[in-house]
Structure formats: structure tokens, C-alpha cells
């Protein structure tokens, strides 16, 4: 069984710095893909309100002593309001069959509600009560970012982005960094765009001895990301945890980083939303 490295986030909690995602998976297919996870290793569990698997990544986690999964889900914007996180965390604590999560997070800002801070005090008044252990933000942009501390004084603690080299929001990370907040990169692998068979990848993979989706997670930790790449595939799922033992040089790090902005933006957290 992998062991994977773990971070402490600022107010406590310490958190796997790899898990799995499990959007767009159906309740069977997170059922199934979150049980193989857990047998092979993985201890941060992805979900949320949005991907409806809430149910079947709860079936999974009876098999494991609670307090060894590191259990995240996020809500949607009709929560954005001091109680709504309240009302949000219910659900998704009974769907999951969990009387605590470890991680909440506000999806998307969605700053034409312009409802976010309601939203971030309701779940400050959350983790003081005890019922979620860290707290934070997915989508947020430097500037949403900057507001919820202007406002409340407390940065979250853990922001999820759309992130991986073609995406690898340096201006980003450095924010994160200088406010104490983790960066936490959903679609790591780059779906969508042709990261995996880029020659600066294949070229690093084979270097290694590596697949290419092995070196683009290890991109990401070795810069204290924390990626939760997707799959359902036993055999994906054990290479998506196998990156720990390898190191990327500098300049292989500096190979792959340059391939920022040469895929389609990322989503626009300023626009897209639920």
C-alpha cells in the first residue's frame, strides 16, 4: 500500500497531498472507484453537492476506519447565505453517512449573487462548531480571495483551481502561498487538452521509466500541490498514487511549467458557476 505524504492546513488539519476525484462518476461508479482507491492507498476523498455520487462515495467509506479518510465535498450557490452551509452540510454529512467532514468548500464564488462572504462566515461559524475540521474555497480568483480576508480576517485554507501545466496559475499559487492557503488542483491531468502526449511530457516519462500522467502529478507535488486526478481504472489508480518516489530536476520542472497557456483557458470562475 502507497503511503502518500501528507500537509497540515493552518488551522489543524492535516490532509493526503494526493486523492481521488470523483467527478462526473454516478453513485455505482464512485462506489466502486472510491472502494478500489481505499484498498490501494488513497486517504483524501473528493467530492460534492454538484457530482449527485455524495450517497455511493459514502457507501465506500464504511469499509475504512473513519478518521483515516480525509472526506472533502463543496456546495452550490442556493447555500451561499451565513445559514446556507449549515443546511448544505447536512445533506452532504447524511448523504455520506459521515458525522463530520473534514474539508468543505464553497464550489464557485459565483460573484454575481455576490453572496460569497455570507457564505465563508457560515462556514467559519462550521468549523468553530466543530462540524467540518478545515475550511475553504474552490474557483476562487486571487481577488475573491482577497475579499473574504478583507471582510472576515480569515483566509481559507485550502482553494481547489483547475489547475496542471498547461494551467499552472503561478500568480495563483503565490497568493496561496503568501496567505497560508493550500492549493488543491482538480483536472490535474489536463483532461480535455493534449498535455499527456505532449513530447516535453512523453520525453520526461521516459526519462524516467514513468507514465506521462505520473510526471504531471509529480509536477504538481513537488510545487506542494495537491492533485485529486480521476479514474475508475484499477491500474490508473495505483499510478496516480505511485509519485512520491522520483524526483523532477529543475529543469524538467521548468520543461513542464512552460508549457503554461498553450491549451484552452481555464474555466472562468468569474462567469461559469453553480
Not at 505511485?242 to 468569474?270: C, I, M, N, Q, Y
Amino acid at each position: 500500500m502507497s503511503q502518500v505524504p501528507t500537509v497540515t492546513l493552518s488551522h489543524g488539519a492535516v490532509m493526503p497531498r494526493l486523492g481521488l476525484g470523483t467527478s462526473p462518476m454516478n453513485d455505482a461508479d464512485a462506489e466502486r472507484a472510491t472502494s478500489v482507491a481505499l484498498e490501494l492507498g488513497y486517504r483524501l476523498v473528493d467530492t460534492a453537492e454538484n457530482y449527485r455520487n455524495e450517497v455511493g462515495v459514502g457507501r465506500a467509506l464504511r469499509g475504512v476506519p473513519r478518521g483515516e479518510v480525509f472526506v472533502t465535498s463543496k456546495f452550490n450557490k442556493r447555500w451561499h447565505s451565513a445559514e446556507g452551509p449549515r443546511v448544505a452540510f447536512e445533506a452532504s454529512a447524511d448523504k455520506l453517512g459521515v458525522e463530520y467532514l473534514d474539508l468543505l468548500l464553497i464550489h464557485w464564488p459565483n460573484p454575481q449573487q455576490d453572496r460569497y462572504v455570507d457564505a465563508w462566515r457560515g462556514l467559519i461559524a462550521l468549523r468553530e462548531a466543530g462540524l467540518v475540521r478545515a475550511i475553504g474555497t474552490s474557483n476562487f480568483k486571487p481577488a475573491h480571495l482577497q475579499r473574504l480576508i478583507d471582510e472576515t480576517g480569515e483566509a481559507p485554507e485550502v482553494n481547489q483551481v483547475q489547475l496542471s501545466p498547461v494551467w499552472a496559475k503561478a500568480a495563483e499559487r503565490d497568493f496561496h502561498a503568501a496567505h497560508g492557503i493550500v492549493t488543491e488542483a482538480w483536472s490535474p491531468l489536463g483532461k480535455g487538452t493534449e498535455l499527456l502526449s505532449h513530447p516535453a511530457v512523453q520525453d520526461i516519462a521516459k526519462a524516467h521509466g514513468r507514465s506521462p500522467g505520473q510526471v504531471v502529478l509529480r509536477w504538481e507535488t513537488q510545487q506542494d500541490v495537491v492533485p485529486i486526478p480521476k479514474s475508475s481504472d484499477r491500474g490508473r489508480l495505483e499510478d496516480n498514487l505511485a509519485v512520491f518516489d522520483f524526483d523532477l530536476t529543475d529543469a524538467e520542472l521548468a520543461a513542464l511549467s512552460a508549457l503554461d497557456g498553450t491549451a484552452k483557458p481555464s474555466a472562468d470562475s468569474d462567469r461559469a458557476g453553480h
